[in-house]
């Protein structure tokens, strides 16, 4: 079993940069791929990058793949999601996941955080 708690998201200005945060509890975070994922209203849950066990690998969608970057840190328990140049349609509530194998789908994800906002002012 793995919980999954968010942090670092508020309000920024267009061009600005946020550190997302997520921290795990458990002894088995280093087994797990883990992801972000992003849902704005009215739209479904959309990924935005992962990152294998071992930090071997990391993918991201188009869309940010020159802007952000995933990070994890075993001894912590924790992946990170370091985000710049942020735009408005970056506004959304993002999710870190955990689970066995790394992909694109959120149904490949076991665990879930519970969420946090990040909205960006034009």
């Known amino acids: 079993q793995v919980q999954l708690v968010e942090s670092g998201g508020g309000l920024v200005q267009t061009g600005g940069s946020l550190r997302l945060s997520c921290a795990a509890s458990?002894?088995?975070?280093?087994?797990?791929?883990l992801a972000w994922f992003r849902q704005a209203p009215g739209k479904e849950r959309q990924f935005i990058a992962s990152i294998s066990r071992g930090s071997i690998s990391a993918s991201y969608t188009n869309a940010v793949s020159d802007r952000f970057t995933i990070s994890r840190d075993d001894a912590k328990n924790t992946v990170y999601l370091q985000m710049n140049s942020l735009k408005p349609e970056d506004t959304a509530v993002y999710y870190c996941?955990?689970?066995?194998?790394?992909?694109?789908?959120?149904?490949?994800?076991?665990?879930w955080g519970q969420g946090t906002q990040v909205t960006v002012s034009s």
């Open positions: 996941a955990a689970g066995l194998t790394d992909g694109i789908k959120a149904l490949g994800y076991n665990y």
């Open positions: 458990g002894r088995t975070f280093s087994s797990y791929a």
